[in-house]
């Protein structure tokens, strides 16, 4: 699979859209933000073209004047690429990540029971480092 650039504040909600919508027109992207927090359509209109520019989205086609675009890189490896950037910031160690999350109740007793059941299915695959 080919490296996932780095997707900023703005791309990341872009992005969502996308993900949630399918293909849209640059017209259509703004409408999944809140009213309050939408961003004017040549904001957008820069921003989709620098992901076009990143190879995160593609112009599937054009209608009338209307360019329409759909997501390149599922929200999956756009995640895993942003947590494993985040986690290289504490030295690739997730435990002072999950001590701060439990700590500021962000991380609750059956997250954490997911998670070793997650942790167990691995382990039973042959999938666990």
Same mark, same amino acid.
């Given at each position: 699979?080919?490296?996932? *650039?780095?997707?900023? =504040? ?19 992207? *703004?409408?999944?933000? *809140? ?9 957008? @209109? ?12 593609? =112009? %599937?086609? /054009? ?12 929200? @999956?490896? +756009?995640?895993? &690429? %942003?947590?494993?950037?985040?986690? +290289?910031?504490?030295?690739?160690? +997730?435990? *002072?990540?999950?001590? @701060? ?5 962000? %991380?609750?007793? /059956? ?8 942790? &167990? =299915? %691995?382990? /039973?695959?042959? /999938? @666990?480092?």
């Amino acid at each position: 699979m080919a490296k996932i *650039p780095n997707l900023t =504040r703005l791309e990341l909600p872009i992005m969502d859209a996308l993900w949630a919508g399918g293909a849209l027109s640059i017209r259509e992207i *703004p409408q999944s933000f *809140p009213s309050e927090k939408r961003p004017a359509y040549t904001t957008v @209109q820069t921003m989709v073209y620098r992901l076009e520019g990143k190879k995160v989205v593609h =112009r %599937l086609k /054009k209608i009338s004047n209307a360019h329409i675009f759909e997501a390149l890189v599922s929200r @999956q490896a +756009a995640q895993r &690429r %942003l947590i494993d950037d985040f986690l +290289a910031r504490f030295g690739g160690k +997730a435990q *002072p990540v999950m001590a @701060q999350l439990i700590e500021t109740g962000r %991380l609750s007793l /059956k997250d954490i029971e997911d998670a070793e059941s997650t942790l &167990r =299915r %691995l382990a /039973k695959q042959g /999938k @666990q480092p």
